[in-house]
């Protein structure tokens, strides 16, 4: 499975973006997906899950409402929109997928290149 991702930008605080990542190969819409993101200095963490149907979703703590996960199967995409950015959600934001929501959380088996959302306060 390959992922890009895309959708970053400089947006001012308070400001959204919806992220996007489109999956390629046959058998795309049969993983689970989800987004990491790394700022600057920092590991990457985990932002939000979706099962391969989109009945089931996870999220971190610290999105607390302001994000969420979603996808379109038809088109292979999953989305991330993010709302009532700060500044400390700038980051280079990656897709992932896996083949159940657990190893999304865990341990991805694809990655994709990143994204960057920069957000300016």
């Known amino acids: 499975v390959q992922l890009q991702a895309f959708g970053g930008g400089l947006v001012q605080a308070g400001g959204s973006l919806r992220l996007s990542c489109t999956a390629s190969g046959r058998t795309a819409s049969s993983y689970a997906m989800g987004w990491f993101r790394q700022a600057p200095g920092k590991e990457r963490e985990f932002i939000a899950a979706?099962?391969?149907?989109?009945?089931?979703?996870a999220y971190a703590g610290f999105v607390k409402g302001r994000f969420t996960i979603s996808r379109d199967n038809a088109k292979n995409t999953v989305y991330l929109q993010t709302n009532s950015l700060k500044p400390e959600d700038t980051a280079v934001y990656y897709c992932?997928?896996?083949?159940?929501?657990?190893?999304?959380?865990?341990?991805?088996?694809?990655w994709g290149q990143g994204t960057e959302v920069t957000v300016s306060s």
């Open positions: 992932a997928a896996g083949s159940t929501m657990g190893r999304v959380v865990a341990r991805p088996d694809y």
């Open positions: 979706i099962g391969e149907n989109g009945g089931s979703t």
